[in-house]
């Protein structure tokens, strides 16, 4: 049997293929983060036929200092439960499971999108977009884990099957775990135990909220790819701490280097970190990365490179993409 069509069943999270969508922007949502027909009917479409197991919502602001562009989905306040609620519905009556991604977006937020101050972990530029941030206090973050407890519950209120906590692409977690942007001195930095204790205080307040049964899963940045970032190693260590926390599931992905891998197009080119993560944890990986091809696909499965496999650009350039590639390994 096709390893892509192989169940995916663990306590929490039961899928019945191992292909996902991971979360993409589209900037599709209501001026003020409110779901929107345009995302109704965008997802609607990417799940159509349920041939994508798990669809994961595509990051979405805790609070309006963190949220990163115009027109991003938003779990700030409970007004947007209602909508949420048609959200999760609309790609649940397709047949897919979906998570709903949270994020702040710290130093890589505008002050011309939120009208307020830049912050982040030290008073340090964004190696992503340049923005020298106000250093957070502490009282300043013990709020922002509360704004993510918050958001959690309103994402299990509005019918979603689990949420993902972003730590990636240079937005505010990622921050805090990267020596390149996180001087602190106080018991939120220094040596990587305490860059990622805003972490694990989220991954703990988030589970107090949601109960025990509800998924939880983080996206890693889990390499800058830069001199003095985040490397795989510092990566190995989060990951079995987030485990021990309650971790569901960890997403692998770049830290400051985004998304990519300057001059990488390798099918799966985020392989070696998931691999190696895979390694030190018991909790399925996911992996993304300019996977464009069923074989390919099958072959990182296969080679033990992740349990899950997730294609973005491929499903976003074409929504049939999951649709032949199911049916091609049947």
Known sequence: MSYMLKYLENSKLKLKNRLVMPPMATSKSEKDGKVSKEILDYYDEKSMGGYISLIIVEHSFITVQG????????????????????LAKTIHKNG?????????????????VTGLDIVGPSSIANPCSSEVPEKLTIKEIKNIILEFKNAARRVKEGGFDGVEIHSAHGYLLNQFFSPLTNKRTDEYGGDLLSRIKIHLDIIKAVRDVVGDDFPILLRLGATDNMEGGITIEDSKIASVAFEKAGVDLLDISGGFCRFIIPGNTSQGYFSPLSEAIKKVVSIPVLLTGGITKVSAAEKLLSDGKADLIGVARAIYKDSKWAEKAIKSLE
């Open 67 to 86: 949220k990163a562009n115009e027109r991003q989905l938003s779990v700030a306040d409970d007004s947007m439960v209602e909508g949420l609620t048609k």
């Open 96 to 112: 897919s499971k979906a998570i709903m991604q949270m994020n702040h977006a710290g130093s890589a937020a505008s002050k011309e």
